[in-house]
């Protein structure tokens, strides 16, 4: 079936489309690099058709999952969701919730803004933990139904998660749905893969093209709908690869240890805290003195992140044997943006000019939808990216 994109030379001068639909679909792990007309035709041809951000967009640090895609659904930089870190539901009470970030998104999200609405809305996810982390018990639409825990039955990928087949057809089902207003998607695979052989890998790569062939079917049950729909897909971090660099042992330097009494590693940040009375710009610059260190930044009254230099990480208890993220090196993310509703050329020719951040999606979509955008940190792409604030 034809999806048309309703060019931009052709709008009405008011925007007569009154009935939205919008679809946010996340991609875990997935790199902007690997669009491309022979790998992934139906994301290549859908930002052909709408807009892509010549060089992807951008997520906060840790460049990571939790973090992202608390951003992406909250409209708020890490700082404000207090989602800091991929590893805060792990099993480590004595850090986790408290100096190194919360469990649960602490913002507003768009789903929450839907339901205070009575906008028809969905999850479906790829990751059940996400559950916790994003708060979608309120959403009556969601899959996994067990929030918690898996039903026996669901195929897995290597880590766990629901496969993206295990997702599919409840994901095609939503879009097929024209009484949603707003369906959120998530497919993990990318992410495993990409960690357990690198993002360059065979397997990575069949990753993609099938991921890509969702995205295709998607779009096809989207097709009745695609005069008012707005198709948005991103991902919440890059995926570089391990190299043999010894990883960085934060707590090894003794000139550390003397100002930090805890350490966290999310692959390419490291997370420290500070004892009571360290001056931050002196750990700051011991931290730039350590080989495989880029930069680093303040994000608490005690908290600093360590920044690694590109193929560098830090010391974990468990380290991915093919690829990582969570430092600037994986910053980029997949920004596509597509259908035939007439808000799609402004945020086409937006993304294009400047390369958008997770934050600027949750308040464009607000906009689109109606809703209240108040306390995000993002743009409106819709508006050319002018702030919400």
């Not at 039955?153 to 939503?174: C, D, F, K, T, W």
């Not at 090894?252 to 490291?270: E, K, M, N, Q, T």
């Amino acid at each position: 079936m034809t999806r048309r994109l309703l060019p931009a030379a052709t709008l009405p001068e008011e925007n007569t489309v009154t009935d939205t639909r919008v679809v946010l679909l996340g991609l875990d792990g997935f790199p902007h690099r690997k669009i491309s007309p022979e790998l992934t035709p139906h994301l290549w041809a859908l930002g052909q058709q709408g807009g892509m951000a010549p060089d992807g967009g951008r997520s906060a640090l840790p460049s990571s999952t939790y973090p992202g895609f608390a951003t992406l659904l909250s409209g708020c930089l890490p700082a404000r969701h207090r989602v800091l870190t991929t590893h805060t539901p792990g099993p480590l009470p004595s850090i986790v919730p408290g100096w190194a970030g919360e469990i649960r998104v602490q913002a507003p999200t768009l789903l929450d803004r839907c339901l205070d609405a009575g906008v028809p809305c969905a999850a479906i996810q790829g990751d059940h933990k996400l559950h916790a982390i994003l708060a979608t018990e309120r959403v009556e639409r969601v899959w996994p139904e067990g929030r918690t825990t898996l039903p026996p039955g669901i195929p897995l990928e290597p880590h766990g998660y629901p496969a993206n087949q295990a997702v599919r057809p409840h994901l095609l089902a939503a879009a097929a749905d024209s009484s949603l207003t707003f369906l959120w998607g998530h497919l993990n695979e990318a992410d495993s893969w990409g960690h357990d052989y690198g993002p360059d890998a065979p397997q990575s790569h069949a990753c993609y093209a099938e991921t890509d062939r969702i995205i295709g079917e998607l779009l096809d049950a989207l097709a009745p709908d695609w005069e008012r729909s707005v198709v948005i897909v991103v991902s919440d971090h890059d995926m570089e690869p391990r190299t043999a660099t010894p990883p960085i042992d934060l707590l090894a330097d003794p000139i550390l240890r003397d100002f930090v009494d805890s350490a966290y590693s999310d692959g390419g940040c490291g997370l420290l805290h500070l004892r009571p009375g360290a001056d931050p710009a002196l750990v700051g610059a011991r931290l730039l003195a350590l080989p495989g260190v880029a930069g680093w930044h303040q994000a608490g009254p005690a908290l600093l992140i360590a920044e690694a230099q590109p193929g560098h990480l830090f010391a974990s208890q468990r380290l991915p044997r093919g690829g990582f993220h969570g430092g600037p090196a994986t910053t980029r993310t997949v920004a596509v943006v597509g259908g035939g509703h007439p808000a799609v050329p402004a945020i086409a020719a937006a993304i294009q000019a400047r390369p958008p951040h997770l934050a600027d999606w949750a308040p464009t979509i607000c906009v689109l939808l109606g809703l209240d955008a108040n306390g995000m940190d993002g743009r409106n792409l819709a508006a050319g990216g002018a702030n919400t604030r």
